[in-house]
């Protein structure tokens, strides 16, 4: 189980990475990876991505435009390839990617459970559930396209996923990572950044902890004992502050799901956000029933809590987290210090840490 680490809010940019910059972007990430592997260990550099900071200056390094959401797929589309062949001497295992190679994520991470002799469930569920919750948990506009899903020999891994929105351009990266997580569904996230903030159905929120307790009870309920609740308040007029409509619960639409529900009987909200079939569309509906009839309000939070990368030079929409960018800044610096590239090579990924540090107030 992981905490959500980070979330950044990206131009939603198309298009692809020259094939000359993408074979030495894998070039520079296998040195800088390795010296990582060899200073600290495997899990180092899983915490590194898990940190939205690190992970930006990071793309710097390697020579991606540094604000654009093709950042985050062709970093991670180059740390999969830089690693290829030496999982086994790294320790490290990459699974999933962008569009249909996200959805091979589970298969890729049992694959390597076979060859390691690990049992790939934990894994294969903590994959899962960082995109469940970030599909149907947190529902804040993006839709999640990419799915990266690093982890190590013993267990430990991280996420790196990102969703769109077409609406406003804009893409949202999340980082997910195997340590100190007390709940899977309550403030699960270190950071999340963004420019600017939304209303969102925030149910892992800790002011949502009533609306998940009431929604995993109404789930264990008698699928006709919930419709009929439903049907009871179809007549009632909604607060102006609600994006949900009444079509959102339709008893008709939620007949398919909730005989599964109820016959599964699931113990918490996690149990029953992890339930195959259940989607956003269930989620909104049993959180607006919660409310409106058990007085048990949703949070409409959304948890972003620093702006993109970095933060704003003038505060807004947030300060900068000056003490982590430096830190940030500074290991990647010393990392490839030590990286065996050509000099060239080297002077340049200096010259692009050097133009993004000078980003700084």
């Not at 962008?98 to 994959?127: C, F, H, M």
């Not at 704003?312 to 590239?341: N, W």
Request: proline letters at 5%.
């Amino acid at each position: 189980m992981a905490p959500r680490t980070g979330a950044s809010d990206l131009p939603l940019h198309y298009g692809t990475a020259p094939a000359w910059l993408f074979e030495r972007m894998k070039s520079l990430g296998r040195e800088i990876i390795g010296v990582i592997v060899s200073e600290y260990d495997s899990g180092e550099f899983i915490r590194r991505l898990s940190d939205p900071f690190w992970f930006q200056a990071f793309g710097c390094v390697l020579g991606f435009d540094w604000h654009s959401s093709g950042l985050t797929t062709t970093v991670c589309g180059a740390i999969k390839e830089a690693v290829k062949g030496l999982e086994p001497d790294l320790g490290l295992f990459v699974a999933g990617g962008k569009g249909a190679r996200s959805r091979r994520t589970p298969a890729e991470i049992e694959l390597w459970g076979e060859r390691l002799g690990l049992d790939p469930a934990g894994l294969v569920y903590a994959s899962r559930m960082s995109a469940k919750v970030d599909s149907a948990a947190v529902q804040d506009g993006y839709q999640i396209y990419h799915h990266m899903f690093v982890f190590t020999g013993g267990g430990d891994w991280g996420v790196v996923q990102q969703g769109m929105n077409t609406e406003n351009r804009l893409a949202r990266r999340y980082h997910w990572l195997s340590e100190s997580l007390s709940d899977f569904v309550c403030e699960p996230h270190k950071a999340v950044c963004c420019d600017g903030r939304g209303e969102t159905l925030n149910m892992v929120a800790r002011e949502s902890t009533g609306a998940r307790e009431t929604s995993a009870g109404m789930a264990r309920e008698k699928p006709e004992d919930v419709v009929r609740d439903m049907k009871g308040i179809q007549s009632l007029a909604l607060p102006g502050r609600h994006e949900v409509t009444f079509a959102d619960i339709n008893p008709d639409r939620l007949r398919s799901i909730l005989p599964k529900t109820y016959e599964e009987q699931p113990v918490d909200f996690e149990r029953m956000l992890a339930m195959k079939g259940l989607g956003p569309k269930t989620v909104r509906a049993l959180a607006l029933v919660s409310e409106l009839i058990y007085g048990e309000a949703p949070s409409r939070r959304d948890p972003a809590r620093y702006s993109f990368a970095h933060g704003g030079k003038d505060g807004h929409p947030y300060p900068v987290d000056r003490r982590t960018y430096d830190s940030s800044i500074e290991f990647i610096s010393d990392a490839l210090e030590q990286a065996r590239v050509d000099r060239s090579e080297k002077m340049a990924a200096f010259r692009r840490l050097h133009l993004l540090s000078g980003e700084r107030p």
